[in-house]
């Protein structure tokens, strides 16, 4: 088993940044890819960002409202994954999830192995 813990949510002002930090213990030889998704009140679940890698290669991909201000990034010796958002709106208001999985590739339908329990993002108009 995998559990991922999420860190770094808050309140910040229209404009601002934060930077999320998703932590993976267990198995987590076994991750080959990681995602970021964001639920916010009264809508679905929703893609934000991910990684995956595989030897030498690692690939990203952005939903498109947040691609220029978000970046996905990890920590390969702590199987850390973090998500800088910079310039951040108030549609960015949600829980941010965070989802791990065994298999390499990009799955924006959110067909990830483990799930954290979410970090909330507020920004402020």
């Known amino acids: 088993q995998v559990q991922l813990v999420e860190s770094g949510g808050g309140l910040v002002q229209a404009g601002g940044s934060l930077r999320l930090s998703c932590a993976a213990s267990?198995?987590?030889?076994?991750?080959?890819?990681m995602g970021w998704f964001r639920q916010a009140p009264g809508k679905e679940r929703e893609f934000v960002a991910a990684i995956t890698w595989r030897g030498g290669n690692t690939a990203t991909d952005y939903e498109d409202s947040v691609k220029g201000r978000f970046t996905i990034s990890r920590h390969s010796a702590k199987v850390t994954v973090y998500l800088q958002m910079n310039s951040l709106k108030p549609e960015d208001t949600a829980v941010y999830y965070c989802a791990a999985d065994r298999r390499y590739g990009i799955r924006p339908k959110g067909d990830y192995d483990y799930w954290g329990q979410g970090t909330q993002v507020t920004v402020a108009s």
């Open positions: 267990g198995r987590t030889f076994s991750i080959l890819g």
